[in-house]
C-alpha cells in the first residue's frame, strides 16, 4: 500500500505517538498531500515547530526539520528564511504555541510579511500538559483549568493575522481534509506571510472535559460548528458567537521582507558599503 | 479464529482497500463517516471493508485518517 505519504515521512517513527482520533495525523496528511500536489524538492523544505502535541510533526516529516522551544518556532524560521530565501519554510504550531506564548512572534511574523506558512492546529486547548485553557478555548468550555467554564473571550485567529498584515489567511478543519488540502497549497504557494488555522480535535482533553469523549463525537461537532464564508457573513450577530467562518478570508499581495532586505543590501552596498 | 495480518488486502474487481493494522489505532473515524458504509468494525474496533462492493472510491477515509493506516485505490479493468 504505497501512497504519496510513504514518499514524505520517516517510516520508521510510525504508528504515531499521537491519541487515537487525533487530528494532527489528518493535518500532518493534507500538508504532505499539498506539497505533492507542488512537486516541491524535500531538500528545500524546512519543517519548523514549537512545543506541543502538533510539534511532534516535525519529527514524522521526512524534510530538513527543526524542533525548537515553546512559542519560539516562528523567530527560528525567520533566522532559517533570512540566511537562504530559497528554502521554503513552513511553520506548524499549535494553538496555544501560537498565540499564547508566540503570540507576539506570531503578529510581527504578520506585520514584517516574512514569506512562511504558518499552520496552526487549533484544538482549543493545551492538550499534552492536561487540558488548560488556551487564549483559542471558546468561551463558556470546560478546561482543567476552567472547571466552572471558561469566561475568556478567545481570540479570531484569522482577524487577528488579517489586521497584523499577513498576505494569506484562511481556515479549514480535519473534517474537511480535501479542503483544508487546498487552502494549505494556496498558502505553501504564496509569496508572504501564509496562515492557515486548522480546527482539529482533541478527544482526550478537550472531549473528555466538555462531553465528547470519542473522535467521532469531536468531528461531528467540528461539522456542526464550522460554516462556509458565505453562509457566515449571512448569519446574525448572535447565531456567529456559536460558528466559526471556513475557507478563504485574505490573498493579497505585497512585498515581503526577504525582497525588501535584498534591496537595502543592494542600496548599502552602491553607497560603498562592505562588498 | 485465524489472526489478521499486520497489513490486510481487500479487494474487488473495481477497488482495493489496503489496513494496515498496526498503525491502526481503532479510533473509528474512517468506520463513521464512510458515506456509503463500505466499512464495518471487527472485534478490534478495526475496519474491515465487508460491504466492498458499495465503495464509490471517494477516498475519504483515507484522507481523514490520522494514521495513515487505511488506503483505497482504484482497481484497472483488464480488457479480455
Same mark, same amino acid.
Given at each position: 500500500?504505497? =501512497?504519496?505519504?510513504?514518499?514524505?515521512?520517516?517510516?520508521?517513527?510510525?504508528?504515531?505517538?499521537?491519541?487515537?482520533?487525533?487530528?494532527? !495525523?489528518?493535518?500532518?496528511? +493534507?500538508?504532505? %498531500?499539498?506539497?505533492?500536489?507542488?512537486?516541491?524538492?524535500?531538500?528545500?523544505?524546512?519543517?519548523?515547530?514549537?512545543?506541543?502535541?502538533?510539534?511532534?510533526?516535525?519529527?514524522?516529516?521526512?524534510?530538513?526539520?527543526?524542533?525548537?522551544?515553546?512559542? %519560539?518556532?516562528?523567530?527560528?524560521?525567520? !533566522?532559517?528564511?533570512? *540566511?537562504?530565501?530559497?528554502?521554503?519554510?513552513?511553520?506548524?504550531?499549535?494553538?496555544?504555541?501560537?498565540? +499564547?506564548? !508566540?503570540?507576539?512572534?506570531?503578529?510581527? *511574523?504578520?506585520?514584517?510579511?516574512?514569506?512562511?506558512?504558518?499552520?496552526?492546529?487549533?484544538?482549543?486547548?493545551?492538550?499534552?500538559?492536561?487540558?488548560?485553557?488556551?487564549?483559542?478555548?471558546?468561551?463558556?468550555?470546560?478546561?482543567?483549568?476552567?472547571? /466552572?467554564?471558561?469566561?475568556?473571550?478567545?481570540?479570531?485567529?484569522?482577524?487577528? +493575522?488579517?489586521?497584523?498584515? +499577513?498576505?494569506?489567511?484562511?481556515?479549514? =478543519?480535519?473534517?474537511?481534509? %480535501?479542503?483544508?488540502?487546498?487552502?494549505?497549497?494556496? *498558502?505553501?504557494?504564496?509569496?508572504?506571510?501564509?496562515?492557515?488555522?486548522?480546527?482539529?480535535?482533541?478527544?482526550?482533553? /478537550?472531549?473528555?472535559?466538555?462531553?465528547?469523549?470519542?473522535?467521532?463525537?469531536?468531528?461531528?461537532?467540528?461539522?456542526?460548528?464550522?460554516?462556509?464564508?458565505?453562509?457566515?457573513?449571512?448569519?446574525?450577530?448572535?447565531?456567529?458567537?456559536?460558528? /466559526?467562518?471556513?475557507?478563504?478570508?485574505?490573498?493579497?499581495? %505585497?512585498?515581503? /521582507?526577504?525582497?525588501?532586505?535584498?534591496?537595502?543590501?543592494?542600496?548599502?552596498?552602491?553607497?560603498?558599503?562592505?562588498? | 479464529?485465524?489472526?489478521?495480518?499486520?497489513?490486510?488486502?481487500?479487494?474487488?474487481?473495481?477497488?482495493?482497500?489496503?489496513?494496515?493494522?498496526?498503525?491502526?489505532?481503532?479510533?473509528?473515524?474512517?468506520?463513521?463517516?464512510?458515506?456509503?458504509?463500505?466499512?464495518?468494525?471487527?472485534?478490534?474496533?478495526?475496519?474491515?471493508?465487508?460491504?466492498?462492493?458499495?465503495?464509490?472510491?471517494?477516498?475519504?477515509?483515507?484522507?481523514?485518517?490520522?494514521?495513515?493506516?487505511?488506503?483505497?485505490?482504484?482497481?484497472?479493468?483488464?480488457?479480455?
Amino acid at each position: 500500500m504505497k =501512497t504519496v505519504i510513504n514518499n514524505y515521512i520517516r517510516e520508521g517513527m510510525f504508528p504515531n505517538i499521537w491519541c487515537p482520533g487525533c487530528g494532527n !495525523g489528518i493535518v500532518l496528511g +493534507a500538508i504532505i %498531500r499539498a506539497i505533492d500536489d507542488l512537486n516541491w524538492d524535500k531538500d528545500k523544505i524546512v519543517a519548523v515547530s514549537g512545543i506541543g502535541c502538533s510539534s511532534r510533526i516535525t519529527g514524522y516529516v521526512d524534510f530538513c526539520t527543526m524542533n525548537t522551544t515553546h512559542g %519560539r518556532a516562528l523567530p527560528f524560521a525567520t !533566522g532559517i528564511k533570512m *540566511a537562504n530565501p530559497d528554502l521554503k519554510v513552513i511553520v506548524v504550531m499549535g494553538d496555544g504555541d501560537c498565540s +499564547a506564548i !508566540g503570540g507576539n512572534h506570531f503578529i510581527h *511574523a504578520a506585520r514584517r510579511n516574512i514569506d512562511l506558512t504558518a499552520i496552526i492546529i487549533n484544538n482549543m486547548i493545551y492538550g499534552m500538559t492536561g487540558g488548560q485553557y488556551s487564549p483559542l478555548t471558546p468561551t463558556g468550555k470546560f478546561g482543567s483549568t476552567a472547571p /466552572y467554564g471558561n469566561i475568556d473571550q478567545s481570540f479570531d485567529l484569522c482577524e487577528l +493575522a488579517i489586521a497584523a498584515g +499577513a498576505s494569506y489567511v484562511a481556515r479549514g =478543519t480535519v473534517y474537511n481534509p %480535501r479542503q483544508s488540502t487546498s487552502l494549505i497549497k494556496n *498558502a505553501l504557494d504564496k509569496k508572504g506571510f501564509s496562515v492557515v488555522e486548522i480546527i482539529s480535535d482533541c478527544p482526550v482533553s /478537550y472531549g473528555k472535559m466538555n462531553k465528547m469523549k470519542s473522535p467521532v463525537d469531536m468531528l461531528k461537532w467540528i461539522k456542526d460548528i464550522t460554516v462556509s464564508k458565505k453562509v457566515w457573513e449571512g448569519l446574525s450577530p448572535d447565531e456567529k458567537k456559536e460558528k /466559526y467562518a471556513i475557507g478563504e478570508f485574505l490573498s493579497k499581495d %505585497r512585498p515581503d /521582507y526577504t525582497e525588501l532586505y535584498e534591496e537595502i543590501i543592494k542600496k548599502a552596498q552602491e553607497r560603498g558599503g562592505n562588498k | 479464529m485465524k489472526q489478521k495480518k499486520l497489513l490486510e488486502v481487500y479487494q474487488n474487481n473495481s477497488v482495493k482497500i489496503s489496513v494496515r493494522r498496526e498503525w491502526c489505532k481503532s479510533c473509528g473515524i474512517c468506520i463513521e463517516f464512510c458515506p456509503k458504509d463500505v466499512l464495518v468494525p471487527d472485534d478490534q474496533q478495526k475496519p474491515i471493508p465487508e460491504n466492498i462492493d458499495a465503495c464509490i472510491k471517494c477516498g475519504l477515509c483515507e484522507l481523514r485518517c490520522p494514521d495513515f493506516a487505511i488506503t483505497v485505490e482504484g482497481v484497472e479493468e483488464k480488457d479480455e
